[in-house]
């Protein structure tokens, strides 16, 4: 293992750290997906998290390790980033401008504005928002936190796994969202490094899963953003990834892909037999398991990562209505 991976210690400092900006979330036993698999299956509901998401532990961490005086924050951000990143900055009375492409659904938008951030919207792609993130930094002198490959981050989405092992000392596999990788790499670093027989199963979108096509290739490489149910998953991994590559490629056993059609159907379990309105990234563990496309031999535990849809859409989904939605949109 590369000696500048994050590590344990560095993920145990940040749970110091912002332990008092952040929920120690539950984690809960699924009967119904237990019965299904025959295994106990348990559900981390990160989504009951501040701001909806485990985005606001990277984030806090991050800003909380700044320099006295910094002058603002700025990200590129599919939204859940960007809006815990505006609540750790306004919790420190730091100015905030987020950088979305038009992809990010309106409901993002809104909470980021009303946490008093900058919601400034940039072409059509996680990458483009990136440029004007960039140059935030070298014109205006703001600090970049961005969402994924950033050692602090990686430590501060790590504390979730160090939860994980506590809640489910057992623990066999956990699942766990994959898009940047900053999330995957730190629960993968904690569990692996406290369990180290625990397999950490990373789980995408088949549209544009830039972390799966870069792992594919050894290397990363851009992908086309697309539409997808999993919006929170989009965006690339950055050409020069210092950290969440590597990371991804040398602790997760697997990463699987799921359609569009399997994402809605865990987004629909979730909400009639976990009664959990949550949205497509944060249903993909769920999702895996029916789809059969995971079968765990033990304890089992799949994070929900965020609850950040829209109502609409949501209730699009549950009512099987949603592909009519979209072709309606297109």
Same mark, same amino acid.
């Given at each position: ?25 539950? $984690? &809960? ?8 698999? +025959?295994?106990? !299956? ?16 990277? @984030?806090?961490?991050? &800003? ?5 005086? $910094? /002058? ?29 492409? /038009? ?22 792609? %996680? ?13 205006? +002198? ?14 501060? %989405?790590? $504390? ?13 596999? !956990? ?22 027989? @625990?397999? !950490? ?7 544009? @899963? ?19 149910? @999993?919006?929170?998953? +989009? ?8 950290? $969440? ?29 976990? /009664? ?18 995971? /079968? ?35």
């Amino acid at each position: 293992m590369r000696n500048d991976f994050v590590t344990l210690a560095d993920i145990e400092a940040a749970r110091a750290r912002i332990a008092g900006d952040i929920v120690a979330t539950p $984690t &809960v036993d699924s009967p119904s997906l237990s019965e299904r698999l +025959g295994v106990p !299956v348990r559900l981390k509901l990160e989504h009951r998290q501040t701001t909806g998401s485990f985005k606001l532990r990277g @984030a806090s961490n991050a &800003v909380a390790l700044l320099p006295a005086g $910094t /002058r603002g924050v700025t990200a590129a951000s599919t939204g859940n980033h960007g809006r815990a990143l505006s609540l750790a900055a306004k919790r420190r009375g730091i100015a905030a401008v987020i950088c979305m492409s /038009r992809l990010v659904p309106e409901n993002k938008l809104a909470e980021i504005r009303r946490l008093g951030a900058e919601a400034r919207i940039v072409g059509a792609s %996680q990458d483009e928002a990136q440029v004007e993130a960039e140059r935030l930094v070298a014109d205006e +002198g703001f600090a970049m936190v961005p969402p994924f490959d950033h050692p602090a981050v990686i430590a501060g %989405q790590g $504390t979730l796994g160090l939860e994980i092992v506590e809640q489910t000392p057992d623990v066999e596999t !956990v699942l766990i969202q994959v898009s940047g990788g900053g999330l995957a790499a730190g629960v993968a670093m904690a569990v692996k490094t406290l369990r180290p027989n @625990a397999r !950490v199963i990373g789980i995408s979108m088949a549209r544009g @899963a830039a972390m799966k096509a870069s792992l594919d290739a050894g290397r990363p490489v851009e992908v086309e953003e697309k539409q997808t149910l @999993a919006d929170s998953l +989009g965006g690339g991994v950055g050409l020069e990834n210092r950290l $969440t590559f590597a990371m991804c490629r040398d602790l997760l056993d697997d990463l699987i892909l799921l359609s569009e059609d399997e994402i809605a159907a865990g987004i629909r379990h979730a909400y009639a037999e976990e /009664r959990e309105v949550v949205e497509g990234a944060g249903a993909v563990g769920i999702a895996a398991l029916l789809a059969g496309k995971i /079968r765990p031999t033990g304890p089992t535990v799949a994070v929900l990562s965020g609850k950040n849809i829209a109502m609409d859409l949501h209730r699009a989904v549950v009512c099987g209505e949603w592909r009519d939605r979209q072709e309606r949109a297109a």
